[in-house]
């Protein structure tokens, strides 16, 4: 088959087809309609009266569904108990390929139950923030729903933020509790979480509100435990009730918050409330990843990002689909482990990022071939843009050109996926994460954040141009920040931060982020994060943080430094370390270089632009130069990074 003619592949039903534009028309006309509809696909205490109550404009107010009330835990298993409750609802593949577990939703309904019962127990209630900082396993996924239960919010923390990083978050989110384990695995490493905890929590006055950590014993490493305050999670969870009432919430009660990085300053908490989440959890996942009574669905992200608590948790098993999470690495302790995981378990659904594909296309074709893969049916890839050789591989080794490859478009802030394709409806194309799914309304815009060109070819800046139920709706403690990141740019819509181009039939394309964050292998990282990280070295003067392409992050760091004196220059590996510690592992630059100078507009902004060009070796094409305040200083920069190259 011609590459060129491959966008149409997977073939269009035209039933399916004229479902979904009846969808869209159906919101383009009477759009409480439609999301009163969807909220039928949930469990209701109170089944809410108005759908959508949001203005972008002013101070921004978000609300959906909120004279409803509910426990999003009841839509994911007390409802599917007289169903389904004997079927598969979790599977937990360990590291050790002998070891695994299943749980049924009864089964997962005991379990949340007691947890919850544990949480109430150590005086857990209401509205208090508690921190889940685990790797892939049972406890972390049976933590969530427990908080859900009893209407505590949750904070899933990523296993690979640094102590400091972590006492950041449980001081902003004022967290009363973590839930954390001894070690986990990581390929033959073992990475500390009880010891980064205890470290967070012991820089002077971090410990904020934090009065009890749960430890889970994940690999029975010794950790000490600190009386009266630690607390071993199976000797507790032994004396818990399997049986727990869920808290009635109303639908703006907070659900969970979640850290993700801007372009500026500290890490923002996204607030996600419960009605409107579950219901575009439950819708997001049904539209795009539809699943048959067999289905059995691998999200393979970790749950500390949004794509983990929708895709993983919240989605399927509200979708009342069995949903796998896999405790190790891709290619640990060899190569082809995922594919095993797929025929092991007869996985449907499989959802990884392009990070992951592009790595494991460095295995050969030969590796997959080896495994059946029959059982998937369909296929999609988000977090960072896929090139079309990427999304070819996945659709031909993978898929064996039967399986449709979903590109998703989505961030922490939307809950969901935004754009994608809903196979069978309509073609897809590689590299093209396609359209807004029906109930959304995308446009793009110029720089200046006006819509030049409603309809065909365009490129510019993604926004939105109506709310949705799985919208964020703040950031913890600072509206303010929420409203000038989002909503500020157009008014009238919300921003992305991303830039798209827009092909002549509606088509949409990732072009990449339009500020300062960097996205490696789907982490994403505020340039101000690194920067002040560095700053916390005092030989330094200043610092800039830029993403430039990589073969295998999609996105690599290199920062550039210059020191307060030539004399006190600190070793570049030092400062390398400094953002691995501050930061966390994930955030470690590919390149640092120390300079004498940084080039800077007349008003003082750094021009990053140049320095990503200069640091990609793309020193003949460096652009217009004019608005420098010093063009000296650019041939000086070029020859100290070939210096140090
Ligand atoms: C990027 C991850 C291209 C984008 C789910 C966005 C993508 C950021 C895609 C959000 C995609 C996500 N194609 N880029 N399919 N999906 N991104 O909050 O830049 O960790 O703004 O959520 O990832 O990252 P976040």
Redesign the pocket.
Known sequence: MERTTLWDITGVDPDKARAVAAMRRQVATDPDRFWLDQAKRIAWDTFPTVACNTSFDGDVSIRWYEDGTLNASVSCLDRHLATRGDQTALIWQGDDAAISRKLTFRELHSEVCRFANVLCGLGVRRGDRVAIHLPMVTEGFVAMLACARIGAVHVVLFGGFSPEGIGERLIDSGAVAVVTCDTARRGAKRVPHKETIDAALSHAGTIGAVRNVIVVRVTGDDVPMKEGRDHDYTALVAQASPECVPEIMRAEDPLFLLY?SGSTGKPKAIVHTTGGYMVWATYTVDVTFPSEPDTTHWCTADVA???GHTFVVYGPLSNGTTTLIYEGLPGWPQAGRWWDIIDRYNVSSFFTAPTAIRSLMRDGDDLPRRYSLASLRRLAS?????SADAWLWFYEEIGQKRCPVI??????ETAGPMLSAIAGAQPLKPGW?TTPIPGLFASITNEKGEVVTPEGEAEGCLCFDSSWPGQARTIWGDHKRFRETYFTFSPGRYF???GARRDEYGNLM?T??MDDVI?VSGH?IGTAEIEDAVATDHSIAEAAAVGISHDLKGQGIVVFVVARSEKVAPPVGDLARIISERVGRYAAPERVYLVNELPKTRSGKIVRRLLRKIASGETDSLGDLSSLADSSVVPALIAQVTAQS
């Open positions: 993700t990002w949004i794509t988000a977090g960072e843009p896929i590109d998703m478009w989505w961030q922490t994460a992305s931060g991303d990732i990449g982020r996205n994403r």
